[in-house]
């Protein structure tokens, strides 16, 4: 895939976490009506719910100048009765002020994006006069050069124009908002109702419109990951560490696992912060040792391998008690089917945008890589696929967008190598560099909440961030 194409998809697909939060994460996150329908299967999602204020989620957004923007959201009441209207109308002013929150999450999302639009749109018109006025001037090589550069650019003008109609929408819903708010504050001063009914129905419409908006979005295919950041060298050569995959953005607690067999110490720790201080932790002693590193947090629960056994454990950090515990059927254990660094890395388990997954091989399987989508409540297979790719010739795998990516080694010069694509059950092969510092990954895990790759590696707890390619469906596009 060519530069400019790379570009422009690291452009349209800013704004996919926001997407993802509005119209795939964020009703599987809240358990709306408390069912979540998934590729055919139903899964119960529960969390605190007050039917007096109804659920809240916080997120957050990067503003231009690094400042983070967080962000309450409240669902759209599905009828409102005449009586109490103070208490109506407060409602209505949080949900207009939660649409004005989301819309500005948007805006600081496109704001950067909306810079190389134009960088692309110049270079796309620099190109098309160099293409006119070049009568001879040129080579006949270097004119077919531009004229190929110029043909492949071409099918990311109507994109470019979509992108730019879009941005003006997102102008004019923000002054809707703007103008609504206005009105809802006058009537609140008044403490009247007078156009109550019909100031529902436009806060009804704006968040719709915001919803079909943030729609035309979604998940990518991993095309970049970033140049590493260091949080902090720690404990031995084998670990993990991590986030919980669900938690508002105020929760920032880290969770901390030395050692790749045998361990049951985790630490967990207040805030990154603290984490990278060393400080404001306590302790959880697991009452069953673990084995690998492809523990992961979900939900307010860790995820994790037992020693010497193909049992997957669901250990509740606030009760410290185990939940549930299920044996994964065929899956091999003890160091039969690890990754190419071993380290009883035979079990995997991830959290993507679509929920908990284990990846791990079977002797039916002839050693290649299965990949599981697991209801995270009674640890049950809800899917399998077999990808087809031996484990052990794999260094890490992570998901993204259900998408299980391998990588080509676990040493230095690894590089994202295989893809496999669970929506069409195909796979291909990729080349996506990343630069492995401390020559030896032991862990290595996607966290959708952030769109980073959390590792570990020798010693070292190291941050990536990823680009995901995503282009915009224009008006008659199949």
């Known amino acids: 895939m060519s530069v400019p194409l790379l570009k422009i998809g690291a452009v349209l697909s800013t704004m996919a976490m926001v997407t993802n939060w509005m119209s795939q994460t964020l009703p599987s996150l809240v358990g709306l009506n408390g069912t979540v329908s998934r590729a055919g299967a139903s899964e119960k999602i529960t969390l605190f ?24 959201v409240i669902p759209a009441q599905s009828t409102c009765s005449r009586d109490g209207r103070s208490r109506e109308l407060r409602q209505l002013m949080e949900k207009v002020q939660n649409v004005s ?13 909306f810079q190389y639009v134009r960088s692309m749109e110049t270079l796309m018109r620099s190109l098309d006069a160099r293409l006119r006025a070049a009568d001879g001037s040129l080579s ?15 099918p990311l003008s109507s994109v470019l124009e979509q992108y730019k109609a879009d941005t003006r929408t997102i102008v004019r819903l923000r002054e809707e908002v703007r103008n609504l708010s206005g009105s809802l504050a006058s009537i609140q001063e008044e403490m009247g109702a007078y156009g109550y009914e019909d100031l529902q129905q436009r806060v009804m419409a704006l968040e719709a419109r915001l919803h079909a908006c943030a729609q035309k979005l979604g998940c990518g295919k991993l095309t970049g990951v970033s140049n590493p950041i260091t949080i902090r060298a720690m404990g031995s050569r084998f670990g993990s560490w991590m986030t919980d995959t669900m938690a508002p953005s105020a929760d920032s607690r880290v969770w901390y696992m030395d050692g790749y067999y045998k361990g049951r110490r985790v630490l967990e720790f207040r805030t990154l ?5 060393g400080q404001n932790f306590i302790q959880h002693l697991l009452p069953q040792p673990w084995a690998g590193t492809g523990h992961v947090v979900y939900n307010g629960s860790l995820f994790y391998n037992k020693y010497q056994s193909n049992v997957v454990v669901k250990y509740h950090f606030r009760s410290r008690s185990v939940l549930v515990q299920r044996s994964l059927p065929g899956a091999g254990y003890n160091n039969t089917f690890p990754y190419s660094w071993g380290g009883f890395s035979d079990m995997d388990f991830m959290v993507d945008e679509s929920g908990l997954w284990a990846v791990y091989t079977t002797n039916q399987n002839a050693g290649n890589i299965v990949v599981s989508r697991l209801d995270p409540h009674t640890l049950e297979v809800v899917r399998s696929w077999d990808t087809g790719y031996p484990k052990r010739s794999a260094g890490e795998a992570f998901m993204i967008c259900g998408v299980l990516y391998v990588t080509n080694s676990h040493l230095a010069g690894a590089k994202v190598y295989f893809a ?35 590792t570990w590696n020798n010693g070292h707890q190291v941050l990536y961030n990823v680009t995901l390619f995503h282009v915009i469906s224009t008006a008659g596009d199949p």
Request: include cysteine; charged fraction near 25%; proline fraction near 4%.
């Open 49 to 72: 719910q007050s039917p007096e204020e109804g659920w809240q989620l916080y997120t957050s957004a990067q503003a231009p100048d690094g400042k983070c923007i967080c962000t309450a």
């Open 101 to 113: 929150q989301s819309m500005e999450v948007l805006e600081l999302r496109t704001y950067r994006d």
């Open 273 to 277: 912060g603290d984490f990278i201080k």
């Open 420 to 454: 496999y694509f669970t929506n069409t059950s195909s796979y291909e092969y990729t080349d996506v560099p990343f630069h492995n510092q401390y020559s030896h990954i032991s862990m290595l895990d996607y966290n959708p909440r952030e769109r980073a790759l959390y």
């Open 140 to 154: 006949a090589k270097s004119f077919q050069e531009l004229k190929d550069r110029m043909t492949e650019l071409l």
